[in-house]
């Protein structure tokens, strides 16, 4: 049995965007709980929304390692939302798509540890520091992996359409 909500989420792009959003949603009232929360209240909403927030983020991460680049359909969420309007097809590493990446992890290990530092007691925030770190270093290294992914599948995508149109114009003969 198909059903309608479940068959949109079939698609990779869509579950991307909705993974994303489900990050952006917590990760912001961590925040907002890290600081606006007093008390023991705060401080277990934050490392919880926090933790759900990592977990998301590296599971998706780990998830994307096999869809960089499908049938052309999904080019990163940044490329989901807003439409550049510029093909990326330069040799070499996607430094586009990792420069992307590396600065949203920045961004985000920023105002992790920035707040973590705000609400979290003296003597846990070497352990956040680490944590965090660790995330965003998980991050990144999955970030080149899914960048180096997507070039060597451009690359292998090219290289079959030049020996196409090369057979296309010797008529298919190999030996003259």
Known sequence: MKLAHVTLLEDFGTRSVAVHA???????????????????????SFVALLNFTAG?????????????????????????????????????????RFGRLLALVAAVTAVALLTSAQVLPGDVVPIAIVAVGSIAVVTAITGFLIALGASYDENQRQTIDRIDRNEAADGGEIDG
């Open 22 to 44: 489900l990050m952006v949603l917590a990760f912001a009232n961590a925040v907002l709980a890290g600081l606006f929360l007093a008390g023991q209240v705060g401080l277990v």
């Open 56 to 96: 998301l983020w590296v599971a998706h991460s780990v998830h994307s390692l096999g869809n960089a680049v499908g049938d052309g359909e999904y080019a990163g969420v940044l490329n989901e939302l807003v439409d550049g309007g510029a093909d990326e097809s330069d040799r070499g590493l996607n430094t586009g």
